[in-house]
Nanobody, 125 residues
Framework: QVQLVESGGGLVQAGNSLRLSCAAS????????LGWFPQAPGTEREFVAS????????DYEDSVMGRFFISRDNAKNTATLHMRSLEPEDTAVYYC??????????????????WGQGTQVTVSS
């Protein structure tokens, strides 16, 4: 089972950018779809972005479309969430997640079974 560790969170002012990283160990991510899921205080974890194991397909939640960009480097066993034009509503703990992706061609928003510990993103107004 792959283990995931997020980094790159912090405190930024609205309108600025952050880049979150997800480092995997224990297995190669070559066969895994990867996703990012923020959880704000008092709310459930929700989907914002995902990328297919081959990197050729990505999916974004509507509110981050055009502001967030997900990428991956299978050779380095890492994934990155590039966030720009941040808003106070983006404040949350951001979790990286993985699921085995070779079994199906489509990229779905559920079924993730490996999670990191999260990294805090705080956007001030």
């Amino acid at each position: 089972q792959v283990q995931l560790v997020e980094s790159g969170g912090g405190l930024v002012q609205a309108g600025n950018s952050l880049r979150l990283s997800c480092a995997a160990s224990g297995d190669s991510i070559n066969a895994y779809d990867l996703g990012w899921f923020p959880q704000a205080p008092g709310t459930e974890r929700e989907f914002v972005a995902s990328i297919k194991w081959h990197g050729g397909r990505a999916d974004y939640e509507d509110s981050v479309m055009g502001r967030f960009f997900i990428s991956r480097d299978n050779a380095k066993n890492t994934a990155t969430l590039h966030m720009r034009s941040l808003e106070p509503e983006d404040t949350a703990v951001y979790y990286c997640a993985a699921k085995f992706g070779l079994a199906r061609r489509e990229l779905t928003r559920d079924g993730y079974d490996a999670w990191g510990q999260g990294t805090q993103v705080t956007v001030s107004s």
